[in-house]
């Protein structure tokens, strides 16, 4: 299953910098929603050791992106990137599906 996502060349670097410091090895990294927060869904982000089949994959720069089938639709068209500047460092989110966003920037509602 293909995923309408994107991942910045910055975003995929850091998950592959990541990577390569874990002392066991992993396919890559899954994305997916959670219900949290303040506005309703959270983002969340784990390693991952053994596939799903239902799992849509994102590829960039040699990283792999998993997204479970039940946060896709929350996801789709969305933008997933890495900042890190004196103010912020960490993946950040541009998400169309956000209808709103909580103040302190970890949870949205779609």
Do not use: Q
């Amino acid at each position: 299953m293909t995923a309408d996502f994107e991942v910045t060349e910055k975003a995929a670097a850091h998950i592959k910098a990541l990577m390569a410091k874990r002392d066991t090895p992993a396919l890559g990294i899954r994305l997916y929603t959670k219900a949290a927060g303040c506005s309703g869904l959270m983002y969340k982000v784990d390693y991952v050791e053994t596939a799903r089949d239902d799992d849509a994959v994102v590829e960039v720069a040699d990283v792999k992106l998993f997204i479970d089938k039940e946060s896709l639709p929350y996801l789709k068209g969305a933008r997933m990137d890495w900042k890190d500047d004196k103010f912020e460092t960490g993946f950040v989110f541009d998400n169309p599906n956000a209808k709103a966003l909580c103040g302190c920037g970890e949870s949205f509602m779609v």
